[in-house]
């Protein structure tokens, strides 16, 4: 069954400073990844997905990810963190079976301190 | 120009009731779910349908019935509500069922008593 983790639930950082946020995968096959952050009291907003090609995936607000096939990980990193990326961020995985469904992680809250 | 739409935001019930959550998407995508965050923020998918046909039915009580009259739309009706009802449910659509992304509403907040 396909899986993905985030073995960190809270991750603090100062402001610029770089951050991660960490993602590790299970899955059968090529996997299509996906990161995800959500305000509070909003839904979920894309960031950026990894289908194939560059392991370095840019996306949305600064933020990109890197995929390491090797250690099955797609961590989610910005060089300089801001006050307002403050938010939790989900690592999700596509499902293979063709049902379109993601599988989400169990999400990490990003606190950047100012 | 909101994407996906869910109304209400917010649910107020009482245990045994009958509710319904409404999602519109106006993206053209084929494809709806409805997911379920629990207080713990869990994600969990519930429901999806691709061109108005069921495809994912995951272990959800039968007091809950996806109903979607057309691609754009895909509501949810729950019967009997429950205490362990309670949680945020959020609407999402794509376009297909590969390495396009979810788009999500911005949920409703269904608290029984």
């Known amino acids: 069954a396909q899986s993905v983790a985030q073995p960190e639930d809270q991750v603090n950082v100062a402001e610029g400073n770089p951050l991660t946020v960490k993602c590790t995968y299970s899955v059968s096959g090529n996997p299509y990844l996906f990161w995800y952050v959500q305000y509070p009291n909003r839904g979920l907003q894309f960031l950026l997905k990894?289908?194939?090609?560059?392991?370095l995936v840019k996306g949305s607000y600064g933020f990109e990810a890197e995929f390491n096939k090797s250690q099955t990980s797609f961590h989610l990193k910005k060089p300089s963190a801001l006050v307002s990326d403050s938010a939790l961020y989900f690592c999700a995985v596509r499902d293979s079976g063709n049902t379109g469904k993601l599988i989400f992680g169990q999400g990490t809250t990003l606190q950047v301190k100012p | 120009d909101t994407a996906v739409s869910q109304t209400p935001k917010y649910l107020v019930t009482q245990m045994g009731n009958d509710k319904s959550i409404k999602c519109e998407q106006n993206l053209g995508h084929d494809t709806m779910y409805w997911y379920k965050q629990d207080s713990k923020k869990f994600l969990k998918i519930m429901f999806s349908y691709n061109n108005k046909e069921l495809i994912i039915n995951e272990t959800v009580p039968n007091r809950f019935s996806p109903k979607s009259p057309d691609k754009a739309h895909l509501n949810l009706h729950i019967n009997s509500l429950e205490l362990g009802d309670s949680a945020v449910y959020f609407c999402?659509?794509?376009?297909?069922?590969?390495?396009?992304?979810?788009?999500f509403g911005n949920g409703t907040r269904l608290t029984v008593t």
């Open positions: 999402a659509s794509s376009q297909g069922r590969g390495n396009s992304p979810l788009h």
């Open positions: 990894y289908i194939t090609g560059d392991n």
